[in-house]
């Protein structure tokens, strides 16, 4: 089992940034990729980020690209994403995600790999 705790969400306005962190806890963490989603009201959760065990990979969705930054912090069994130059289209709940057994060592992009999933946090920007 995996448990996971965001943090750092709240109401910026356009152009502004914010940092998101995720706590894990329950698996030795530097054994698994790690991911961060969003969901906005009305739609689906879509994959923002992705970061591999040692965080030497990385993938990001297009639209955020050049934008936002995942990293890890394996001794503090943290993952973090960065987002700059945020934009209103970026609001939603954020979640982080720990991956199945199975997809732990690749850089998983796809919700159904995904098997434990944070509460979520707020992201907010306003125009």
């Known amino acids: 089992q995996v448990q996971l705790v965001e943090s750092g969400g709240g109401l910026v306005q356009a152009g502004g940034s914010l940092r998101l962190s995720c706590a894990a806890s329950g698996r030795t963490f530097s054994d698994y990729a790690m991911g961060w989603f969003r969901q906005a009201p009305g739609k689906e959760r879509e994959f923002v980020a992705a970061i591999n065990w040692s965080g030497g990979s990385t993938y990001y969705a297009d639209s955020v690209k050049g934008r936002f930054t995942i990293s890890r912090d394996n001794a503090k069994n943290t993952v973090y994403l960065q987002m700059n130059s945020l934009k209103p289209e970026d609001t939603a709940v954020y979640y982080c995600?720990?991956?199945?057994?199975?997809?732990?060592?690749?850089?998983?992009?796809?919700?159904?790999?995904?098997?434990?999933w944070g509460q979520g946090t707020q992201v907010t920007v306003s125009s």
């Open positions: 995600a720990a991956p199945s057994p199975a997809e732990a060592m690749g850089v998983p992009r796809v919700l159904y790999e995904y098997d434990y």
